[in-house]
């Protein structure tokens, strides 16, 4: 698959993982490297990404982190990592970048948030490059999705688990039947040590969200939509 119309994409240990519902039994691609990543952004309309894009300057926290953590709730608010504000990107030593996160909002950044900024640094550097991609590549999350698919019932378990998988996997055969059969396929071509399961269940929630968006509107935490210094969206993106 080379281009779509609507993509889901989620990082996993290989790079990225995309799926798309546009047709048939629906597809996936395995992209390995930035620029296959970004050959793939400049070529879907649109696409719902489970990484930060828009970052703060001086501000430990984003407005639209700490809203998805009111609506998630206490089970999944440690789901929702606060990104490095812009200035830490300019260091790759973990130290140094804490230390400008320190001296400019009092807090230091996070193991969790530090481990995914070599992929906030790739998805940044795209879309600096061309902002006319910030139109359609939108930052959404899984546990929001999710959520939603799930309509009010009580919280699921957590994704890592064997019931959270088959719960995640109910809900989204739910929705749409092909999503089982590819979340089969996905298993079956891709190794564990390059995508794990929950990457495949989020990967697939971003798709068929993202594909919904063709026809229905598009909300964000906060509304309207906070952007940052360099004019991206700081915003989840959800229907």
Known sequence: MSTARTMGIDGCRAGWLGVSLDSGD?????????QELRTMLNATDIVFIDIPIGLEETRYNRT?????????????????????IRPALLTNDYTAACAISESKTGKRISKQAWNITP?????DAILQENKSLKEGVLESHPELLFKKLNRGQPSLPKKKTSEGIEQRRKLLKQEDERTDALYIKL?????????????????LVLGLFANRAL?????TLPIP?????????MAIHFL
């Open 225 to 233: 939509p906070e952007t940052d210094i360099s004019g991206l969206p």
């Open 26 to 34: 629906g597809n996936f691609v395995l992209m390995r490297d930035e």
């Open 187 to 203: 298993r079956e071509q891709l190794l564990k040590k390059e995508a794990k399961d929950d990457d495949l269940l989020d990967a």
């Open 64 to 84: 639209c982190d700490e809203l998805l953590r009111r609506v998630l709730g206490k089970d999944y608010r440690s789901s929702v990592f606060s990104p490095p």
């Open 119 to 123: 992929k906030i640094k790739v998805v």
């Open 215 to 219: 026809s229905r509107p598009i909300r």
